[in-house]
């Protein structure tokens, strides 16, 4: 769904315990529930500047035609950053 401005709102079913393991996300951890999803052109640039320890997951193909990783910032919020390997 286009939310104006090139931002674009996706909405997900609930993972599975399943894709939740493979994608990191801990549930009942704070802000750690809730993943903040961004695009990049790019997910190797963005890996070569990613400390080794806050990668958690990733590089991951996923269904819906993205390779993304999952990052923990200082604060330890989860993060996505995704870049679309099939255009819709």
């Keep these: 769904m286009q939310a104006g401005n090139g931002v674009e709102l996706h909405l ?9 393991s493979l994608y990191g996300v801990e549930r ?3 802000s750690r529930a809730l993943v903040q999803s961004f695009e990049v052109g790019c997910i190797d640039s963005l890996l070569a500047r990613i400390p080794p320890d806050n990668l958690l997951r990733g590089p991951l193909s996923s269904p819906w035609g993205t390779r993304l990783v999952m990052v923990s910032d200082p ?3 989860l993060l996505e950053f ?3 390997t099939q255009r819709a």
Excluded at 12 to 20: A, G, K, P, S, W
């Design 82 to 84: 995704s870049e679309r």
């Design 12 to 20: 997900h079913e609930q993972l599975t315990e399943d894709e939740e």
């Design 28 to 30: 009942g951890q704070g």
């Design 75 to 77: 604060d330890g919020h």
